[in-house]
């Protein structure tokens, strides 16, 4: 029942809403008024959107978007929520890697990630459904999930336990309402995973499979999916797994592109095996994105940024987005012990700061850059950086950057704009970057990357299958029959469409925002499947997250070995 307490609280909510308010400032000056008129302690932000909701009618939507809490959350057009996966062995030694027991490999227990996690018993429906719920209770509303599994190398995981894993994902996302809180209790991980491992393998990736299913049509859509691994784990049959789990986007631990740089800090790979890896992915669909670590025992300042702008001058490289993780000095790695015995040295702050400002300056318009350090406690750092905002840090010194965050159009809303297109060399493919920008190029509407190679992996795959069997695959029905079953229109080579995103405010499902649902994603594809039919291909395929497959339904395309397929030469072109 409802104390004296929360009623003069509701009762203040409830007054402060009509004022005017328009503004940050005005916001903390009504607050202020509301608190010595009722005797009150100052009303927090999410007294407010507890009462009201966070998609809930009363909130003008100027009020909402000035009650939220880390607005940027939400910005790009999705709700970020990471996961992680349990503790598991990880087959690497790197020098520079913590480790910590009953925590994943290269992570620590009060990372705030982590912490969650370990909160929840690394339960997967548990931090699902408490990252939504947390979300809107800062004011956003998380219909569009961009689901990230961190962990370690994810290829390394027993397959069941990922099915397992994935499946809790999207349960929590189909079955998760704000009006209901949660009361379920959870037990130990261990018992879950063993009731997991007692059903087959079919049982289980069946269920999964429904889920996904469910999730087409879900309130709370899980439109891309992110899993993390090493380059040296990538093959074939590990992405036609990621596939059918719903992956769109890969995370690579690069670090460094300098065979004795690896090899010093115990990688236990080299740049071929970075090589391979992103050609595959590409071929595949995926994003790629590249996690970096300058200042690695072996390399200077000078090295890391030859190596950066040669991710960008060489076409085996070419990442589509990077995660900048400046090395630092953490326990429970041997890097620590090196640093102990005065056999490594950080950079200085002043050095890694030029570093990071001459990196900024050579990204492409076409890379996002996610992430400038990784989210260590400073009392964890022993040595090495410790700014947590070194992004702004940089901005304030007037650094310029060019990449895909730092032109996001965040509140702004859609004035004149032009399309553009930029092509370049990736992978043995013909990479487009199609974009709608503001006239000044400032600002970044939307984009769509569009791949076109004959020269895929596949398409070599099937060739050499058919060379080995001394086969012509166009005069042969039984082979044609066998790998159209085994890759459906894959075999026939068709453009591939790896992203497209529009920016700006997230705008859930049917409704208008400042820039998504505003046609420009029909707009982008249409330009794409425009360029591939002039360079000749007949088939468009999208790897697309579950909760997007209805969009590209709507428009023409069908679902087809986990790809959104469509025929895009019509059949009188083709004579």
Not at 37 to 43: C, G, H, S, T, W
Not at 52 to 77: I, Q, W
Not at 118 to 134: D, E, F, G, K, S
Not at 345 to 365: H, N, S
Request: charged residues 30%.
């Amino acid at each position: 029942m409802e104390n004296l307490a929360e009623k003069k609280v509701r009762s203040a909510v409830k007054e402060l809403i009509k004022m005017p308010i328009n503004s940050a400032k005005e916001l903390m000056a009504a607050k202020r008024i509301i608190a010595r008129k009722n005797n009150l302690a100052m009303l927090k932000n999410s007294d407010i959107l507890k009462e009201y909701g966070a998609g809930k009618s009363g909130l003008s939507a100027s009020l909402r978007r000035l009650l939220r809490k880390r607005e940027v959350r939400t910005l790009s057009g999705i709700a970020p929520v990471a996961v992680l996966t349990m503790p598991y062995a990880c087959p690497g030694k790197c020098a520079y890697c913590p480790t910590e027991k009953d925590v994943p490999q290269s992570y620590l227990s009060n990372e705030p990630a982590v912490m969650r996690a370990i909160r929840c018993n690394y339960n997967p429906y548990l931090q699902v459904q408490l990252r939504l719920r947390a979300l809107e209770a800062n004011g956003h509303e998380p219909t569009k999930i961009e689901l990230i599994v961190i962990g370690g190398t994810w290829s390394v995981l027993p397959e069941k336990y990922k099915y397992w894993f994935v499946k809790e994902c999207f349960r929590a996302a189909n079955e998760y309402t704000s009006a209901v809180i949660l009361t379920r209790r959870f037990g130990g991980e261990e018992s879950r995973i063993e009731r997991a491992n007692s059903r087959s393998f079919a049982t289980l990736r069946m269920t999964m499979l429904n889920e996904q299913k469910k999730n087409e049509k879900a309130k709370y859509k899980i439109i891309g999916l992110t899993l993390e691994t090493r380059p040296d784990y990538i093959d074939e049959k590990e992405l036609w797994e990621m596939r059918e789990l719903g992956c769109t986007r890969v995370e690579l631990g690069i670090q460094a592109i300098d065979d004795k740089i690896l090899k010093l800090n115990r990688r236990g790979h080299g740049v071929a095996a970075i090589i391979k890896a992103t050609k595959l992915l590409k071929d595949f669909g995926f994003k790629v994105t590249y996690h970096l670590m300058p200042g690695l025992p072996g390399a200077t300042a000078k090295k890391d940024l030859v190596m950066f702008k040669t991710l960008f001058n060489d076409s085996r490289f070419q990442p589509d987005q990077i995660k900048f993780y400046p090395t630092v000095v953490t326990r429970g790695s041997l890097l620590y012990r090196w640093w102990k015995a005065g056999k490594y040295k950080p950079y200085g702050d002043k050095v890694l700061r030029q570093l990071i400002i001459d990196c900024k300056k050579a990204v492409p318009e076409y890379v996002r850059i996610i992430r400038l350090i990784r989210d260590i406690p400073g009392e964890s750092i022993m040595a090495g950086n410790k700014i947590t905002n070194l992004r702004q840090v940089m901005a304030d010194s007037g650094a310029e950057c060019r990449c895909i965050r730092c032109r996001e159009p965040k509140e702004l809303r859609i004035k004149n704009y032009e399309l553009r297109i930029k092509s370049y060399q990736a992978s043995d493919g013909e990479e487009y970057f199609i974009s709608v920008e503001s006239k000044d190029k400032k600002v970044l509407y939307g984009f769509c990357r569009l791949r076109l190679s004959h020269n895929s992996y596949l398409i070599t795959h099937i060739s050499q299958l058919a060379t080995h069997n001394n086969i012509s695959i166009s005069h042969n029905s039984q082979l044609t029959t066998r790998l159209n079953k085994k890759y459906g229109l894959l075999s026939d080579n068709p453009a591939i469409i790896r992203e497209l995103h529009v920016y700006g405010e997230l705008a859930p499902v049917g409704k208008a925002g400042r820039v998504q649902h505003s046609g420009l994603g029909k707009l982008l594809l249409a330009e794409a499947e425009k360029i591939a039919r002039e360079n000749g291909f007949k088939k468009m395929m999208i790897i697309s997250g579950i909760g997007a497959r209805g969009y590209y339904r709507k428009l023409g395309y069908r679902l087809n070995k986990t790809y959104m397929v469509k025929r895009i030469f019509a059949s009188q072109a083709l004579k």
